[in-house]
């Protein structure tokens, strides 16, 4: 079954496509209970991909489909860490520095290929006076190496405000996503004799309004809260 992207390319299956075995080392410290480091190592056997090649139809064509790699190993840092710059403005940060290799042969082009690559990730949150919060977020992932696809860098900034209404009961949000509409993807695949550069761009700036409303009566609910908790701690103890 052929499902076109449009008239030069295809996706299509692939019915020589086996399972992928990964095995996964990770070790992880925290400090001070907040802040996070973590290093890990995963080697896959017969890594399933994504590749563009050509078809077997000849002419222009070209066919999209999942295919078996050889290996792929993958070395990854992970940085996390929340602070607090301000009463009313908490940052939290992520950052991945990771470096994948894949080796393997398809379409008479044999593959030995690794990059360096990062991805970063910010949250802003911040308390603002009379029932008012805001969110500031963004996220940065630079080109990378997938099998035998190259893509470049591309992210994100997104927002959003908020306002407690009718002492606490009622929240009116609004969210606008990928502002600078950043996000699209364009990648090149490369072979011995053949290159093909692709673009990919969906609806991804998208603007959201909610209005939300908690009904019954709030301190009730805190109460059962409190008396939940109670009841945990006596069974805590009496084990």
């Known amino acids: 079954m052929r499902a076109y992207s449009d008239a030069t390319s295809y996706r299509a299956g692939n019915p020589d496509l086996v399972f992928q075995t990964s095995y996964n080392l990770e070790l992880t410290h925290t400090y001070r209970q907040k802040f996070t480091t973590s290093v890990a190592y995963a080697q896959t056997d017969q890594p399933i991909v994504n590749a563009v090649q050509p078809s077997e139809d000849g002419g222009r064509l070209v066919v999209n489909r999942d295919v078996n790699l050889k290996t792929q190993h993958y070395y990854a840092l992970t940085l996390d860490a929340p602070v607090e710059l301000a009463k009313w403005w908490m940052l939290n940060t992520n950052a991945v520095f990771y470096y994948s290799l894949f080796r393997g042969n398809l379409a008479g082009t044999s593959l030995d290929r690794g990059q360096p690559a990062f991805l970063f990730t910010a949250s802003n949150s911040f308390g603002l006076p009379h029932g008012w919060a805001a969110e500031l977020s963004g996220n940065y992932q630079s080109g990378e190496i997938w099998g035998f696809e190259k893509s470049r860098s591309r992210g994100q900034v997104a927002a959003g405000v908020q306002k407690s209404l009718w002492s606490k009961q009622g929240t009116l949000r609004l969210n606008v996503a990928d502002i600078f509409?950043?996000?699209?993807?364009?990648?090149?695949?490369?072979?011995?004799?053949?290159?093909?550069?692709?673009?990919?761009?969906?609806?991804?700036?998208?603007?959201?309004?909610?209005?939300?409303?908690?009904?019954?009566n709030s301190k009730v609910a805190a109460a059962r809260k409190r008396a939940v908790g109670a009841e945990e701690e006596l069974r805590r103890a009496g084990q």
Not at 201 to 215: G, H, I, M, N
């Open 181 to 216: 509409y950043t996000t699209p993807v364009q990648a090149t695949s490369t072979y011995n004799n053949f290159s093909e550069t692709f673009r990919a761009a969906q609806d991804t700036r998208v603007v959201t309004a909610s209005l939300a409303y908690r009904f019954g």
